[in-house]
Protein backbone atom coordinates (compact mmCIF):
# COMPACT_ATOMS: atom_id res chain seq x y z
CA UNK A 1 0.00 0.00 0.00
CA UNK A 2 1.37 3.28 -0.61
CA UNK A 3 0.45 6.51 1.57
CA UNK A 4 -0.16 9.86 -0.19
CA UNK A 5 1.05 11.53 2.79
CA UNK A 6 4.20 9.88 5.13
CA UNK A 7 7.63 9.72 6.50
CA UNK A 8 10.07 6.89 7.35
CA UNK A 9 13.43 7.02 9.54
CA UNK A 10 16.23 5.06 8.12
CA UNK A 11 17.70 2.84 10.77
CA UNK A 12 21.43 2.41 10.61
CA UNK A 13 21.80 -1.15 8.64
CA UNK A 14 19.04 1.02 5.94
CA UNK A 15 21.21 4.58 5.45
CA UNK A 16 24.86 5.49 7.01
CA UNK A 17 25.92 8.64 7.34
CA UNK A 18 29.47 9.29 6.99
CA UNK A 19 31.57 12.48 7.33
CA UNK A 20 34.38 13.82 5.60
CA UNK A 21 35.88 17.12 7.32
CA UNK A 22 39.37 19.36 6.61
CA UNK A 23 40.66 22.20 4.72
CA UNK A 24 41.29 19.39 1.43
CA UNK A 25 37.70 17.73 2.02
CA UNK A 26 36.22 19.38 -1.28
CA UNK A 27 39.75 18.49 -3.71
CA UNK A 28 39.35 15.04 -1.65
CA UNK A 29 36.16 13.89 -2.97
CA UNK A 30 36.32 15.91 -6.45
CA UNK A 31 38.89 13.07 -7.05
CA UNK A 32 36.72 9.98 -5.92
CA UNK A 33 33.39 10.81 -6.73
CA UNK A 34 31.16 11.62 -10.47
CA UNK A 35 29.44 14.50 -10.10
CA UNK A 36 31.18 17.97 -10.15
CA UNK A 37 31.84 19.39 -6.96
CA UNK A 38 33.21 22.64 -8.13
CA UNK A 39 29.75 23.47 -10.07
CA UNK A 40 26.11 23.21 -8.56
CA UNK A 41 24.03 20.05 -8.58
CA UNK A 42 21.82 19.93 -11.96
CA UNK A 43 18.24 20.41 -11.59
CA UNK A 44 15.96 17.09 -12.16
CA UNK A 45 14.27 17.46 -15.78
CA UNK A 46 11.03 17.13 -16.80
CA UNK A 47 10.67 14.59 -20.18
CA UNK A 48 7.18 14.53 -20.30
CA UNK A 49 4.14 17.37 -21.07
CA UNK A 50 2.94 17.07 -17.52
CA UNK A 51 -0.57 17.72 -16.70
CA UNK A 52 -1.65 21.05 -15.33
CA UNK A 53 -2.02 20.01 -11.66
CA UNK A 54 1.66 18.81 -11.14
CA UNK A 55 3.36 21.79 -9.96
CA UNK A 56 7.08 20.25 -11.01
CA UNK A 57 8.29 23.28 -12.71
CA UNK A 58 7.85 25.15 -8.96
CA UNK A 59 9.69 22.98 -6.81
CA UNK A 60 12.90 23.85 -5.64
CA UNK A 61 16.10 21.41 -5.00
CA UNK A 62 18.75 22.30 -2.51
CA UNK A 63 21.68 23.71 -3.58
CA UNK A 64 24.15 22.11 -1.11
CA UNK A 65 22.22 18.49 -2.27
CA UNK A 66 23.77 16.06 -4.94
CA UNK A 67 23.39 12.64 -6.15
CA UNK A 68 26.98 10.94 -6.94
CA UNK A 69 28.67 7.53 -7.61
CA UNK A 70 32.20 6.04 -5.96
CA UNK A 71 34.12 3.80 -7.93
CA UNK A 72 36.54 1.26 -8.05
CA UNK A 73 39.44 2.02 -9.81
CA UNK A 74 38.03 -0.49 -12.82
CA UNK A 75 35.19 2.41 -13.08
CA UNK A 76 32.89 -0.03 -11.43
CA UNK A 77 30.56 1.26 -9.25
CA UNK A 78 31.52 0.74 -5.82
CA UNK A 79 28.17 2.24 -4.41
CA UNK A 80 25.87 5.27 -4.86
CA UNK A 81 24.98 8.31 -2.77
CA UNK A 82 23.26 11.59 -1.35
CA UNK A 83 25.93 13.98 -0.76
CA UNK A 84 25.41 17.09 1.97
CA UNK A 85 27.57 20.01 1.52
CA UNK A 86 27.80 21.58 5.17
CA UNK A 87 30.71 23.75 3.78
CA UNK A 88 33.84 23.71 1.70
CA UNK A 89 35.38 21.97 4.52
CA UNK A 90 32.80 19.57 5.58
CA UNK A 91 30.61 17.23 3.78
CA UNK A 92 27.58 14.43 5.01
CA UNK A 93 27.80 11.01 2.71
CA UNK A 94 23.95 9.51 3.11
CA UNK A 95 24.88 5.82 1.58
CA UNK A 96 22.59 2.41 1.31
CA UNK A 97 23.19 0.40 4.38
CA UNK A 98 24.44 -2.48 2.79
CA UNK A 99 27.40 -0.75 1.47
CA UNK A 100 28.29 1.73 3.91
CA UNK A 101 31.48 -0.15 5.59
CA UNK A 102 33.03 -0.71 2.21
CA UNK A 103 32.45 2.71 1.48
CA UNK A 104 34.31 3.82 4.82
CA UNK A 105 37.24 1.57 4.15
CA UNK A 106 37.26 2.94 0.79
CA UNK A 107 37.34 6.42 1.59
CA UNK A 108 40.56 6.07 4.03
CA UNK A 109 42.13 4.01 1.67
CA UNK A 110 41.94 6.56 -0.67
CA UNK A 111 43.06 9.23 2.01
CA UNK A 112 46.85 10.07 1.21
CA UNK A 113 49.23 11.59 4.09
CA UNK A 114 48.65 14.97 2.02
CA UNK A 115 45.06 14.80 2.43
CA UNK A 116 44.13 17.35 5.02
CA UNK A 117 40.96 15.25 6.06
CA UNK A 118 39.28 13.22 8.64
CA UNK A 119 36.51 10.37 7.92
CA UNK A 120 34.02 9.31 10.22
CA UNK A 121 30.90 7.27 10.83
CA UNK A 122 27.76 9.79 12.28
CA UNK A 123 25.11 7.19 11.68
CA UNK A 124 24.62 6.82 15.41
CA UNK A 125 24.44 10.55 15.87
CA UNK A 126 23.10 11.93 12.82
CA UNK A 127 19.33 10.29 11.53
CA UNK A 128 18.18 10.02 8.08
CA UNK A 129 14.55 10.74 6.73
CA UNK A 130 12.32 10.47 3.83
CA UNK A 131 8.86 12.63 3.75
CA UNK A 132 6.22 11.92 1.20
CA UNK A 133 3.47 13.23 -0.31
CA UNK A 134 5.22 17.47 -1.33
CA UNK A 135 7.67 18.70 -2.81
CA UNK A 136 8.07 21.86 -0.58
CA UNK A 137 11.11 21.11 1.42
CA UNK A 138 11.71 24.77 2.43
CA UNK A 139 11.95 26.50 5.91
CA UNK A 140 13.60 23.26 7.86
CA UNK A 141 13.80 24.27 11.67
CA UNK A 142 17.67 24.54 12.87
CA UNK A 143 19.62 20.99 13.32
CA UNK A 144 18.11 20.33 10.11
CA UNK A 145 19.08 19.79 6.35
CA UNK A 146 16.12 19.48 4.38
CA UNK A 147 15.59 18.52 0.53
CA UNK A 148 13.94 17.00 -2.41
CA UNK A 149 15.94 13.90 -3.77
CA UNK A 150 18.14 15.24 -6.22
CA UNK A 151 17.62 12.35 -8.53
CA UNK A 152 14.05 12.94 -8.48
CA UNK A 153 11.15 14.29 -6.58
CA UNK A 154 9.07 11.49 -6.91
CA UNK A 155 11.76 9.99 -4.16
CA UNK A 156 10.57 12.26 -1.29
CA UNK A 157 11.81 14.54 0.84
CA UNK A 158 15.50 13.81 2.29
CA UNK A 159 16.26 15.10 5.88
CA UNK A 160 18.93 14.84 8.27
CA UNK A 161 18.46 15.26 11.80
CA UNK A 162 22.02 16.75 13.27
CA UNK A 163 23.74 15.71 16.37
CA UNK A 164 22.09 17.84 19.85
CA UNK A 165 18.76 19.06 17.61
CA UNK A 166 15.85 20.22 20.11
CA UNK A 167 13.51 18.89 18.21
CA UNK A 168 12.10 14.86 17.29
CA UNK A 169 11.54 14.32 13.85
CA UNK A 170 8.53 11.92 14.37
CA UNK A 171 6.89 13.89 16.67
CA UNK A 172 6.59 16.76 14.34
CA UNK A 173 5.60 14.85 11.33
CA UNK A 174 3.10 12.25 13.29
CA UNK A 175 0.13 14.27 12.87
CA UNK A 176 0.68 15.28 8.44
CA UNK A 177 3.31 12.53 8.01
CA UNK A 178 2.91 9.62 10.05
CA UNK A 179 5.56 7.14 10.21
CA UNK A 180 5.38 3.82 7.87
CA UNK A 181 8.33 1.95 7.51
CA UNK A 182 9.14 0.54 4.37
CA UNK A 183 7.42 2.73 2.04
CA UNK A 184 10.93 3.93 0.46
CA UNK A 185 11.66 0.65 -0.62
CA UNK A 186 8.27 0.44 -2.75
CA UNK A 187 8.66 3.57 -3.69
CA UNK A 188 12.46 3.58 -5.16
CA UNK A 189 11.87 0.72 -6.51
CA UNK A 190 8.31 1.26 -8.15
CA UNK A 191 10.51 4.81 -9.16
CA UNK A 192 13.20 2.35 -10.90
CA UNK A 193 16.06 3.34 -8.66
CA UNK A 194 18.66 0.70 -7.96
CA UNK A 195 21.15 1.10 -5.06
CA UNK A 196 23.81 0.14 -3.11
CA UNK A 197 25.09 -3.57 -3.48
CA UNK A 198 22.03 -3.59 -6.20
CA UNK A 199 24.57 -2.10 -8.81
CA UNK A 200 27.60 -3.09 -7.22
CA UNK A 201 29.69 -3.78 -10.66
CA UNK A 202 27.74 -2.32 -12.83
CA UNK A 203 29.24 0.89 -15.51
CA UNK A 204 27.47 3.96 -14.56
CA UNK A 205 25.41 4.12 -17.30
CA UNK A 206 24.16 0.51 -16.89
CA UNK A 207 22.74 1.80 -13.67
CA UNK A 208 20.86 4.72 -15.36
CA UNK A 209 23.06 7.26 -12.94
CA UNK A 210 23.96 9.84 -15.99
CA UNK A 211 19.84 9.93 -16.05
CA UNK A 212 19.64 10.64 -12.28
CA UNK A 213 22.39 13.55 -12.09
CA UNK A 214 25.03 11.49 -10.32
CA UNK A 215 27.74 11.71 -13.28
CA UNK A 216 29.35 14.92 -14.58
CA UNK A 217 30.72 14.56 -17.67
CA UNK A 218 32.56 17.56 -17.94
CA UNK A 219 34.90 17.40 -14.69
CA UNK A 220 38.06 17.10 -14.71
CA UNK A 221 39.71 13.44 -13.74
CA UNK A 222 38.42 10.97 -11.22
CA UNK A 223 39.00 7.11 -9.75
CA UNK A 224 37.02 5.22 -12.45
CA UNK A 225 36.60 8.19 -14.99
CA UNK A 226 37.96 6.71 -17.84
CA UNK A 227 35.62 3.27 -18.61
CA UNK A 228 32.55 5.95 -17.73
CA UNK A 229 33.70 8.14 -20.06
CA UNK A 230 34.48 6.14 -23.15
CA UNK A 231 31.16 4.52 -22.33
CA UNK A 232 29.30 7.50 -22.94
CA UNK A 233 31.41 8.99 -25.99
CA UNK A 234 31.70 5.70 -27.20
CA UNK A 235 29.85 2.47 -28.22
CA UNK A 236 26.71 1.76 -27.47
CA UNK A 237 25.11 0.66 -23.80
CA UNK A 238 23.06 -2.66 -24.72
CA UNK A 239 21.75 -2.95 -21.12
CA UNK A 240 20.12 -1.19 -18.66
CA UNK A 241 18.13 -1.34 -14.95
CA UNK A 242 14.39 -0.55 -15.75
CA UNK A 243 11.54 -1.69 -13.14
CA UNK A 244 9.88 -5.02 -14.74
CA UNK A 245 6.44 -6.05 -13.68
CA UNK A 246 5.96 -9.34 -13.63
CA UNK A 247 2.28 -11.04 -13.98
CA UNK A 248 0.59 -13.94 -15.07
CA UNK A 249 0.38 -15.07 -18.76
CA UNK A 250 -3.90 -15.33 -18.48
CA UNK A 251 -3.76 -11.44 -17.50
CA UNK A 252 -4.97 -9.31 -19.83
CA UNK A 253 -2.07 -6.84 -20.75
CA UNK A 254 -2.98 -3.29 -19.24
CA UNK A 255 -4.11 -0.95 -21.87
CA UNK A 256 -0.54 1.34 -21.68
CA UNK A 257 1.32 -1.81 -22.83
CA UNK A 258 -1.10 -2.55 -25.49
CA UNK A 259 -0.35 0.69 -27.11
CA UNK A 260 3.40 0.17 -26.55
CA UNK A 261 3.18 -3.22 -28.82
CA UNK A 262 1.43 -1.10 -31.08
CA UNK A 263 3.70 1.47 -31.36
CA UNK A 264 6.31 -0.90 -31.88
CA UNK A 265 4.46 -2.67 -34.41
CA UNK A 266 4.59 0.63 -36.30
CA UNK A 267 0.14 0.89 -36.26
CA UNK A 268 0.80 3.76 -33.68
CA UNK A 269 3.30 7.15 -33.90
CA UNK A 270 5.51 7.68 -31.20
CA UNK A 271 5.76 10.46 -29.56
CA UNK A 272 6.62 12.00 -26.02
CA UNK A 273 3.73 10.77 -23.82
CA UNK A 274 3.50 8.13 -26.14
CA UNK A 275 6.51 5.97 -25.83
CA UNK A 276 7.96 2.46 -27.04
CA UNK A 277 7.26 1.55 -23.56
CA UNK A 278 4.49 2.82 -20.73
CA UNK A 279 6.02 5.72 -18.73
CA UNK A 280 4.39 5.25 -15.92
CA UNK A 281 4.79 7.32 -11.84
CA UNK A 282 5.47 5.46 -8.71
CA UNK A 283 1.69 5.99 -8.47
CA UNK A 284 0.24 4.88 -11.70
CA UNK A 285 2.47 1.88 -11.48
CA UNK A 286 1.15 0.69 -8.11
CA UNK A 287 -2.56 1.45 -9.17
CA UNK A 288 -1.65 -1.14 -12.08
CA UNK A 289 0.00 -3.88 -9.72
CA UNK A 290 -2.68 -3.42 -7.13
CA UNK A 291 -5.51 -4.01 -9.63
CA UNK A 292 -3.59 -7.21 -10.80
CA UNK A 293 -3.19 -9.13 -7.33
CA UNK A 294 -7.30 -7.35 -6.11
CA UNK A 295 -5.58 -5.14 -3.41
CA UNK A 296 -7.21 -1.81 -4.94
CA UNK A 297 -10.40 -0.87 -2.58
CA UNK A 298 -13.22 -0.82 -4.29
CA UNK A 299 -15.78 2.44 -3.61
CA UNK A 300 -18.26 0.03 -1.78
CA UNK A 301 -20.61 3.60 -1.70
CA UNK A 302 -21.02 2.88 -5.61
CA UNK A 303 -21.21 -0.90 -5.73
CA UNK A 304 -24.93 -2.48 -5.67
CA UNK A 305 -24.24 -6.00 -5.73
CA UNK A 306 -21.62 -6.30 -2.77
CA UNK A 307 -21.76 -9.87 -2.07
CA UNK A 308 -21.12 -10.92 -5.53
CA UNK A 309 -18.16 -8.35 -5.98
CA UNK A 310 -17.08 -9.38 -2.65
CA UNK A 311 -16.59 -13.39 -4.07
CA UNK A 312 -15.03 -11.76 -7.17
CA UNK A 313 -12.60 -9.86 -5.15
CA UNK A 314 -11.88 -12.87 -3.03
CA UNK A 315 -11.12 -15.41 -6.11
CA UNK A 316 -8.64 -11.95 -7.74
CA UNK A 317 -7.07 -11.51 -4.26
CA UNK A 318 -6.11 -15.69 -3.95
CA UNK A 319 -5.09 -15.59 -7.49
CA UNK A 320 -2.99 -12.62 -6.59
CA UNK A 321 -1.36 -13.71 -3.68
CA UNK A 322 -0.15 -16.73 -5.24
CA UNK A 323 1.13 -15.19 -7.91
CA UNK A 324 3.23 -12.77 -5.83
CA UNK A 325 4.47 -15.49 -4.10
CA UNK A 326 5.35 -17.22 -6.86
CA UNK A 327 7.07 -14.07 -7.98
CA UNK A 328 8.55 -13.91 -4.76
CA UNK A 329 10.25 -17.50 -4.46
CA UNK A 330 11.89 -17.26 -7.99
CA UNK A 331 12.79 -13.68 -9.00
CA UNK A 332 15.80 -13.44 -6.80
CA UNK A 333 19.41 -11.01 -7.03
CA UNK A 334 21.59 -12.83 -9.94
CA UNK A 335 18.69 -14.73 -11.34
CA UNK A 336 18.38 -14.79 -15.18
CA UNK A 337 14.90 -14.06 -17.26
CA UNK A 338 14.93 -16.47 -20.12
CA UNK A 339 12.44 -15.66 -23.06
CA UNK A 340 10.70 -18.75 -23.31
CA UNK A 341 10.34 -18.58 -27.43
CA UNK A 342 14.04 -19.23 -27.55
CA UNK A 343 15.39 -19.73 -24.15
CA UNK A 344 18.14 -16.91 -24.77
CA UNK A 345 18.72 -15.10 -21.41
CA UNK A 346 17.40 -11.38 -22.32
CA UNK A 347 17.53 -10.11 -18.68
CA UNK A 348 18.77 -10.43 -14.95
CA UNK A 349 17.49 -9.55 -11.84
CA UNK A 350 19.00 -6.92 -9.84
CA UNK A 351 16.52 -6.33 -6.76
CA UNK A 352 13.75 -8.66 -5.18
CA UNK A 353 10.49 -7.66 -5.79
CA UNK A 354 9.16 -4.34 -4.60
CA UNK A 355 6.83 -5.47 -1.23
CA UNK A 356 3.28 -6.42 -1.35
CA UNK A 357 4.10 -6.52 -5.49
CA UNK A 358 5.60 -8.35 -8.45
CA UNK A 359 7.76 -5.11 -9.71
CA UNK A 360 11.53 -6.07 -9.74
CA UNK A 361 14.33 -3.94 -11.18
CA UNK A 362 15.70 -5.86 -13.76
CA UNK A 363 18.63 -5.05 -15.55
CA UNK A 364 17.21 -5.92 -19.16
CA UNK A 365 19.00 -6.53 -22.70
CA UNK A 366 17.48 -3.15 -24.68
CA UNK A 367 17.45 -4.94 -27.87
CA UNK A 368 14.61 -7.46 -26.55
CA UNK A 369 12.42 -4.85 -25.48
CA UNK A 370 12.09 -2.47 -28.61
CA UNK A 371 14.57 0.21 -26.93
CA UNK A 372 18.05 -0.80 -29.15
CA UNK A 373 17.92 -0.21 -33.41
CA UNK A 374 17.48 -3.33 -34.89
CA UNK A 375 16.59 -5.14 -32.34
CA UNK A 376 13.16 -7.47 -31.23
CA UNK A 377 10.08 -5.91 -30.63
CA UNK A 378 8.41 -6.05 -26.68
CA UNK A 379 5.22 -8.67 -26.96
CA UNK A 380 2.51 -8.47 -25.18
CA UNK A 381 2.31 -12.28 -25.54
CA UNK A 382 5.58 -12.65 -24.29
CA UNK A 383 6.98 -15.29 -21.58
CA UNK A 384 9.58 -15.94 -19.94
CA UNK A 385 10.70 -18.15 -16.68
CA UNK A 386 13.17 -17.28 -14.07
CA UNK A 387 16.23 -19.38 -14.56
CA UNK A 388 15.84 -23.36 -14.61
CA UNK A 389 12.96 -22.87 -13.05
CA UNK A 390 9.50 -23.99 -15.54
CA UNK A 391 7.17 -21.86 -14.16
CA UNK A 392 6.04 -18.77 -17.09
CA UNK A 393 5.31 -15.42 -16.30
CA UNK A 394 4.73 -12.16 -18.15
CA UNK A 395 6.85 -9.31 -18.45
CA UNK A 396 5.27 -5.57 -18.66
CA UNK A 397 8.26 -3.31 -18.56
CA UNK A 398 8.27 0.05 -17.82
CA UNK A 399 9.73 3.18 -18.23
CA UNK A 400 10.42 5.60 -15.21
CA UNK A 401 9.22 9.58 -15.20
CA UNK A 402 12.99 10.60 -15.35
CA UNK A 403 13.69 7.92 -18.22
CA UNK A 404 15.12 10.67 -21.34
CA UNK A 405 13.83 10.11 -24.96
CA UNK A 406 16.33 8.05 -26.07
CA UNK A 407 18.62 7.17 -29.15
CA UNK A 408 18.09 4.17 -29.68
CA UNK A 409 20.96 3.43 -31.79
CA UNK A 410 22.84 3.98 -29.21
CA UNK A 411 20.99 3.30 -26.04
CA UNK A 412 21.95 6.75 -24.46
CA UNK A 413 19.67 9.69 -23.87
CA UNK A 414 19.15 12.09 -26.95
CA UNK A 415 20.84 15.51 -26.94
CA UNK A 416 19.82 18.05 -25.13
CA UNK A 417 18.83 19.97 -28.33
CA UNK A 418 16.75 17.57 -29.60
CA UNK A 419 14.64 16.93 -26.49
CA UNK A 420 14.39 20.80 -26.35
CA UNK A 421 12.29 20.43 -29.59
CA UNK A 422 10.22 17.43 -28.44
CA UNK A 423 9.27 19.82 -25.79
CA UNK A 424 8.61 22.24 -27.60
CA UNK A 425 6.73 20.45 -30.26
CA UNK A 426 3.13 21.17 -31.99
CA UNK A 427 0.24 19.29 -31.87
CA UNK A 428 2.23 16.26 -30.56
CA UNK A 429 3.12 18.50 -27.02
CA UNK A 430 -0.63 17.70 -25.61
CA UNK A 431 -0.45 15.37 -22.77
CA UNK A 432 -2.32 12.47 -23.76
CA UNK A 433 -5.10 11.77 -21.20
CA UNK A 434 -5.76 8.01 -23.46
CA UNK A 435 -2.16 6.69 -22.77
CA UNK A 436 -1.86 7.71 -19.13
CA UNK A 437 -5.43 6.91 -18.50
CA UNK A 438 -4.54 4.84 -15.42
CA UNK A 439 -4.06 7.65 -13.10
CA UNK A 440 -0.40 9.04 -13.04
CA UNK A 441 -1.52 12.37 -13.49
CA UNK A 442 -4.57 12.84 -10.40
CA UNK A 443 -1.69 10.66 -8.51
CA UNK A 444 1.88 12.20 -9.43
CA UNK A 445 1.43 15.44 -6.94
CA UNK A 446 1.14 12.98 -3.82
CA UNK A 447 4.91 11.74 -5.20
Not at 131 to 141: L, N
Not at 175 to 191: E, I
Request: a negative charge; one cysteine or more; hydrophobic letters at 35%.
Amino acid sequence: RLWGKCHQTFTPDLRRILKVKGAGATNYLQGLVTSDMTHPPPRPQVYQRLPPNVDFYNAVFHPDLRATCFLDHKGRILTDALLWKISNEEYLIDVPGDSGTDLLQHLKQYKLRRSNVDISDESHDIQSHVAFGSIDAQGAPEGFLSGLDPRHPSLGIRTLALPHCDFNFAEMQQDHFPNKPGTYQVVRKLAGVAEGLEIRGKTCLEANQEFLNAVSFQKGCYLGQELTARTMFTGAIRKRILPVIFTSTDIQVPRPWQMAHQIQEGRLEEQLNTTRLPQLSVAAAGATVSMMLGSAEPNWDLVKDKETLEKELEAIQKFGTELKNNVEERATPGTKVIDVKDSKTIGQVISTPAPGTTVALVQMRLDRIGLAEGGEKWQRTNKVRFGDDKQEFRTLPYLPLWWPPMDYATGKSLPQEEIDKLLSGGDDGDYNEEYNADGDDQEETKQ
